[in-house]
């Protein structure tokens, strides 16, 4: 059976991330108010000119933090390579000082409008949140990796939690246990090639939660589109029958939702960056 792979898709997202990165050896370079003020500037403005939305804002003498509100296209390490870079050349031509004005390397966390153990319990109940539990045999799977995969990139310290959900073309059934057991694991080999991680997964018969981290380096939508791409694919070639029962000719419907998820909630970290002690 042969399926058409997606090239984009349509979202619904909130992705916010905290964003942390210092000056150049430690230099105490904002203990200057001239200077602080040129650098929020400059950044307010490199954060429109890049389609970025600057949540909130906290400067140190020694290091800048940050929320930003990204698109799912968008790539952490490419951002901040701007965002560092352009800030750089224009605040040490306007101060004389000495390039460079940022440390190499940075610290990105998720965060979001609720606690990621919120997303872990939402995802783990539901079977029961959509009346599957009290069958026999739910037709259900539930994944949860027992040892975290590693992900490193260089120059960067990173948390990145995501919350993804795919639903099938038309919201048709399509899904069982063994087949959502089958597609989890491949999606799991997928995930090791491409550089990210699946943390959490339930499978229901017409769609799909995951718990997903990424690197800097990746953008959500590429893992979207990897997952539904190798998944349409998989499931065509080892369950074909379920694709034509159902009377579709994707498996997947052409969007999906993805929201960041973290230790601290958004709402959680400007409070904190604005109390003063984000030092």
């Given amino acids: 059976m042969q399926v058409e792979p997606f090239k984009e898709i349509s979202w619904a997202f909130q992705l916010h991330y905290h964003i942390c990165f210092r000056t150049h050896r430690r230099k105490p370079i904002f203990d200057d108010q001239q200077r602080t003020v040129a650098l929020a500037e400059a950044l307010s403005e490199l954060c429109t000119m890049n389609d970025v939305h600057l949540i909130e804002k906290d400067f140190q003498p020694e290091h800048v933090q940050l929320v930003l509100s990204l698109r799912p296209s968008q790539l952490i390490s490419y951002v901040l390579k701007r965002l560092k ?3 750089s050349a224009a605040l040490c031509r306007e101060f004389e000082l000495s ?3 940022w440390a190499r390397g940075y610290l990105a966390r998720s965060a979001g409008s609720v606690r990621i153990q919120a997303v872990k319990l939402y995802i783990e109940s539901q079977a029961e949140h959509h009346g599957y539990a009290k069958r026999p045999l739910p037709p259900v799977f539930k994944f949860r990796a027992k040892e ?9 310290t990173f948390d990145l939690n995501h919350h993804l959900v795919l639903a099938t073309r038309f919201r048709r059934g399509v ?6 057991e089958a597609l989890v694991d491949y999606w799991t080999k997928v995930a090791a090639r491409h550089g990210f991680a699946i943390d959490q997964a339930t499978v229901l018969p017409d769609h799909v939660h995951l718990r997903v981290r990424i690197t800097p380096k990746i953008s959500i939508e590429q893992v979207a589109l990897s997952l539904m791409n190798n998944g349409q694919y998989f499931v065509a070639r080892h369950f074909p029958l379920a694709i034509v029962a159902a009377k579709i000719d994707q498996l ?28």
Avoid: I
């Avoid at 975290?148 to 960067?156: E, F, G, K, M, R």
């Avoid at 899904?175 to 959502?180: C, D, H, L």
């Avoid at 909630?265 to 030092?279: H, Q, R």
């Fill in 99 to 101: 390039p460079p004005l």
């Fill in 175 to 180: 899904f069982g246990s063994k087949s959502g």
């Fill in 148 to 156: 975290p995969d590693v992900l490193a990139t260089a120059h960067s």
């Fill in 85 to 87: 870079g352009r800030s």
């Fill in 252 to 279: 997947w419907q052409p969007s999906a939702y993805v929201g960041t998820c973290g230790e601290l909630t958004t709402a959680l970290l400007k409070a904190f960056m604005n109390s003063g002690d984000g030092g």
